[in-house]
């Protein structure tokens, strides 16, 4: 019996080692091998942390870009009317509009015969942008790129004045544009 349990646990000892000397063998791997692997390693860690930087500057960006409209919005809406001329004793009016900045650049925009459309990019769609911002009453990100959310906000101001809903923007729309913000 004792000859028995000796050779069981010479068994025993002898697959453990087996297995031992398996996993350390499959495990091997030659040192070019190991350098890679610790290579990428890095690497993918590297790429973890500046995506995670991109992620965090993205953020920022859109902050700015936030606080640049408001600040936009807010020196529109503030526009102090001019003083009122007198002449011959009359007083005569002079409108200052609320949104003459605006009205401005998209006046320069007909002159110019600017055609606005999906992927446009520029400060021409900004302008475009900072007026639907203003028509919708929304402060959406003004990014200059004229993309599917865009096209989708003109075609709604397209449609409420009652023009073809294309979501491109040219003269007849500028100008309607104009006509919107002058009666405001």
Do not use: C
């Not at 004792?2 to 068994?11: A, D, P, V």
């Not at 919708?136 to 409420?160: C, P, R």
């Amino acid at each position: 019996m004792e000859n028995f349990k000796f050779t069981l646990f010479s068994i025993f000892i002898l697959t453990l080692l087996g297995f031992s000397g398996y996993w350390a063998f499959s495990t091997i791997e030659s040192g070019s091998t190991h350098v890679d692997n610790q290579k990428q390693k890095k690497l993918e860690q590297t790429n973890e942390d500046l995506t995670k930087e991109l992620t965090q500057l993205k953020k920022e960006i859109s902050l700015l870009n936030e606080e640049q409209l408001h600040k936009e919005q807010e020196a529109l809406s503030n526009t102090i009317p001019e003083p009122t001329p007198v002449v011959n004793n009359t007083p005569t009016k002079t409108t200052v509009l609320k949104y003459q900045s605006l009205i401005d650049e998209l006046q320069k925009l007909v002159n110019g015969k600017v055609f606005l459309k999906n992927k446009s990019q520029g400060p021409s769609v900004g302008t475009v942008q900072n007026f639907l911002n203003i028509y919708n009453n929304t402060s959406l990100k003004v990014d200059n790129d004229y993309g599917a959310s865009t096209v989708t906000a003109v075609k709604g101001f397209q449609k409420a004045q009652g023009l073809t809903q294309d979501g491109e923007v040219g003269p007849g729309t500028f100008q309607k544009m104009i006509n919107w913000l002058k009666s405001k």
